[in-house]
């Protein structure tokens, strides 16, 4: 989900075009010439770099996506077990979100930019926005959602093998991957219903759930309800890994057979992925699950007034931080696959050895002087 909205700034303390008095008796003239002020007011809102910003980084979070699905197909064309086929299908359905994540909302982010006019924040939606927010909520929660179950998938296939084979099958997989997306797409449908609503955003070149001004019990119902269920998977995927590394770490100590090393080597590549993307997740979706609860609650029981500044400063924060997660997804499959980590290992081993050699030399010279030394004094 490419927002580059942040590079965005406003170019004056007001949100919008500066009213009229209706004191103010101004001439058809003036009344024009004011008019066209406000609209350069509201066109000087976005930098000029920032359709060149918004550019470079959709185009690098779409040559990752596809840098990562080939190494998922390659990796899926030459699997043998049924357990990391079943991955493997979570992972490249991940990454085909994150790739759309890129592409639809960021393509709307640049003819924002590109329009020269950015409408007023929290003013009326107009289709656009209501599609860009939609997408904003669809794309943010398939890869919690995804994420959540690939944890689930890999915590049974490591505890429980045998109920694993006989319970997850590629026609299972696919129905849950088609309920997922179906759940992201009926929460972020909810306003069409009247349940919520989206609006755009400071400084105007994104849309968001309502959540600063004029909110209302719908919309803190529908910011509850988002918030709550990316939550909800992020912390179900932390248990979930944990149980899984425990048990893997476990298995090791315990000294297996070879050929139980060996098949273990597959769980121990996909939960390593799977800790890099539960890692991923928390640290770019948090912030704007938090403070996405924190802007709705403040605006809801009391007047925002002096820290409406504030809880905008918050929102793009995270906003900004939430536009990562879909680049940095691809490399957790670039970096973190088992001839990568291989190399890794063997690499630390290779510097460890060189260590202890030297050390083993510097002990067997000292004791040889410290002999020398001896005898000489004898």
Request: net charge positive; charged share 15%.
């Amino acid at each position: 989900m490419m927002f580059s909205m942040h590079h965005a700034n406003s170019s004056g303390p007001g949100l919008g075009p500066t009213p009229i008095g209706p004191l103010d008796p101004l001439s058809n003239q003036s009344k024009g010439m004011a008019a066209v002020a406000a609209v350069s007011q509201r066109g000087n809102r976005t930098s000029p770099g920032g359709p060149v910003v918004a550019g470079l980084s959709m185009t690098l979070g779409i040559l990752f996506n596809i840098v990562a699905l080939v190494i998922l197909a390659k990796a899926y064309a030459h699997l043998r077990r049924r357990s990391k086929a079943t991955f493997l299908l979570f992972a490249s359905s991940l990454v085909v979100t994150d790739f759309a994540g890129h592409v639809i909302p960021g393509t709307l982010v640049l003819r924002l930019y590109l329009s020269g006019v950015a409408p007023a924040p929290y003013g009326p939606a107009d289709p656009l926005c209501q599609f860009l927010g939609g997408s904003m909520v669809f794309f943010g929660l398939c890869p919690l959602f995804l994420g959540c179950a690939m944890a689930v998938e890999r915590c049974l296939g490591v505890t429980r093998p045998l109920l694993h084979a006989s319970l997850v099958t590629t026609t299972r997989t696919k129905l849950c991957l088609s309920s997922i997306w179906l759940a992201a797409l009926s929460v972020a449908l909810l306003p069409c219903f009247q349940l919520g609503a989206y609006t755009y955003q400071f400084p105007g070149t994104w849309c968001f759930i309502k959540v600063l001004e004029d909110t209302k019990q719908t919309d803190v119902a529908f910011v509850l309800l988002f918030s709550g269920l990316g939550l909800a998977s992020l912390a179900v995927a932390l248990v979930c890994n944990t149980i899984s590394g425990v048990t893997l770490v476990l298995a090791r100590l315990r000294k297996k057979s070879c050929n139980h090393h060996s098949a273990k080597s597959h769980d121990i590549e996909m939960v390593v992925q799977l800790v890099g993307i539960m890692v991923t997740s928390c640290i770019c979706w948090s912030p704007l699950l938090i403070f996405g609860l924190m802007s709705v609650t403040r605006s809801f029981s009391s007047s925002i007034g002096e820290d409406l500044a504030t809880y905008r400063t918050l929102m793009v924060m995270g906003v900004r931080l939430a536009s990562w997660n879909q680049i940095l997804d691809p490399w957790v499959y670039i970096l973190l696959r088992r001839a990568v980590l291989r190399k890794i290992c063997r690499i630390t081993k290779r510097q460890a050895d060189l260590k202890g050699s030297t050390f083993r030399r510097w002990e067997v010279s000292s004791f040889q002087s410290s002999e020398k030394n001896a005898a000489r004094k004898i």
